[in-house]
Nanobody, 128 residues
C-alpha cells in the first residue's frame, strides 16, 4: 500500500487545518486500519489518532482529544484528520500510516511499530 499525505501548512494558534491521506496499491481499503502520527524536531514519533477499517472505532492521544477528529472514506481510499484549535505544540511533521489485520488490542496500542505502510509526511506549523 502506498500512502500520500497532504494538507499541511502554516497557521496561527486557534486556527483549523484538515489533513488528507490517499491510499493506493493492490488492495487499498481492504481491512486496512489507518492512523496519524507526528514528529517534532528532536522528538520521537508520537501517536495522534487511529481509525479501524469500518470507521466504527477511533482512538486519540490525550493531547489532541476533543480538538482533532479522524475520519475515512473507504470508497475513495482516503483518510482525514480535522484539526481544530491548533496550538504551537501541534507543530510537527504529520505522517499517515496503515496496517492490515490489526487485532483490536494491537490497534489500541497506537504504536508506530504496528504499522507497515507510511506516507511521506506533511509539515504543520502553528505560529503567530
Amino acid at each position: 500500500v502506498q500512502l500520500q499525505a497532504s494538507g499541511g501548512g502554516l497557521v496561527q494558534p486557534g486556527d483549523s487545518l484538515r489533513l488528507a491521506c490517499a491510499a493506493s496499491g493492490r488492495t487499498p481499503g481492504r481491512n486496512l486500519h489507518m492512523a496519524w502520527f507526528r514528529q517534532a524536531p528532536g522528538k520521537e514519533r508520537e501517536f495522534v489518532a487511529a481509525i479501524r477499517f469500518t470507521g466504527g472505532n477511533t482512538l486519540y492521544s490525550d493531547s489532541v482529544k476533543g480538538r482533532f477528529s479522524i475520519s475515512r472514506d473507504n470508497a475513495k481510499s482516503s483518510m482525514y484528520l480535522q484539526m481544530n484549535s491548533l496550538k504551537p505544540e501541534d507543530t510537527a511533521v504529520y505522517y499517515c500510516a496503515a496496517a492490515q489485520g490489526l487485532i483490536y488490542s494491537t490497534f489500541l496500542r497506537g504504536s508506530p511499530s504496528d504499522y507497515a505502510s507510511w506516507g511521506q509526511g506533511t509539515q504543520v506549523t502553528v505560529s503567530s
